[in-house]
């Protein structure tokens, strides 16, 4: 009987924590660059970026744009980190979460959203919709999109609200990816979102996400 491995992403964000907590790479030390990385470890930049954000949001490493990135000086991090994971949010409890405040992000985007902003969350959709059929690429992607609705809402309390569910963010979505037909649903749903606020249809805008976020949540209700 086959066992499930762990993905490619999992092994390398233990190999880059197990490298930190063996102190191969010390406090304070400064790590190799993003693609030195992924060139060692034989997988895509996009993996390891989406590793380093992992070990930023659980306070392990600092990534200082322009400078780089480096481990941080509380040698504890790493294994408290560990212990953090008893502490992870259910992915239902995270979307019903996002369903109480994304469709008035939707909203007040739609309401106010200038055409840069437009243009921006069409060009995100149409890539996310390119990269959901190569790979797990786009679910950075899909966290840009959703990120760039906040923005465009200029709603701070909400925006605070989002904050608060950030380190869940991106593990939420890989989860989500494996619920059925979700790819195709998502990136329809992005499409149309999109639309609704290039037009600002404020409604519309509101009603999709409601939409987009329930269909993830009804076949973990189930």
């Given at each position: 009987?086959?066992?499930?491995?762990p993905s490619v992403y999992q092994q390398?964000?233990?190999?880059?924590?197990?490298?930190?907590?063996?102190?191969?790479?010390?406090?304070?030390?400064?790590?190799?660059?993003?693609?030195?990385?992924?060139?060692?470890?034989?997988?895509?930049?996009?993996?390891?970026?989406?590793?380093?954000?992992?070990?930023?949001?659980?306070?392990?490493?600092?990534?200082?744009?322009?400078?780089?990135?480096?481990?941080?000086?509380?040698?504890?991090?790493?294994?408290?980190?560990?212990?953090?994971?008893?502490?992870?949010?259910?992915?239902?409890?995270?979307?019903?979460?996002?369903?109480?405040?994304?469709?008035?992000?939707?909203?007040?985007?739609?309401?106010?959203?200038?055409?840069?902003?437009?243009?921006?969350?069409?060009?995100?959709?149409?890539?996310?919709?390119?990269?959901?059929?190569?790979?797990?690429?786009?679910?950075?992607?899909?966290?840009?999109?959703?990120?760039?609705?906040?923005?465009?809402?200029?709603?701070?309390?909400?925006?605070?609200?989002?904050?608060?569910?950030?380190?869940?963010?991106?593990?939420?979505?890989?989860?989500?990816?494996?619920?059925?037909?979700?790819?195709?649903?998502?990136?329809?749903?992005?499409?149309?979102?999109?639309?609704?606020?290039?037009?600002?249809?404020?409604?519309?805008?509101?009603?999709?996400?409601?939409?987009?976020?329930?269909?993830?949540?009804?076949?973990?209700?189930?």
């Amino acid at each position: 009987m086959e066992t499930n491995k762990p993905s490619v992403y999992q092994q390398t964000l233990d190999k880059l924590k197990r490298n930190i907590i063996d102190e191969i790479w010390k406090p304070g030390q400064r790590l190799p660059t993003m693609k030195q990385l992924a060139k060692e470890m034989e997988v895509s930049l996009t993996i390891i970026r989406e590793a380093m954000r992992t070990l930023e949001n659980q306070g392990i490493v600092s990534i200082e744009h322009g400078r780089g990135i480096y481990v941080r000086n509380d040698p504890n991090a790493a294994s408290s980190s560990e212990e953090k994971k008893k502490e992870k949010l259910s992915l239902l409890s995270i979307l019903r979460a996002r369903l109480l405040v994304e469709p008035e992000q939707a909203f007040y985007c739609a309401k106010q959203a200038e055409p840069s902003l437009c243009e921006k969350l069409q060009e995100l959709a149409y890539q996310l919709d390119q990269e959901m059929q190569v790979n797990d690429c786009f679910l950075t992607t899909d966290l840009k999109f959703h990120q760039l609705i906040a923005e465009g809402a200029k709603q701070p309390s909400l925006m605070i609200m989002t904050g608060s569910l950030e380190k869940y963010q991106l593990e939420s979505r890989r989860m989500t990816n494996t619920l059925p037909q979700m790819r195709t649903k998502a990136s329809l749903y992005h499409q149309l979102i999109a639309a609704a606020i290039t037009t600002h249809n404020a409604e519309e805008a509101k009603q999709l996400m409601i939409m987009h976020i329930q269909s993830m949540i009804a076949p973990l209700e189930k």
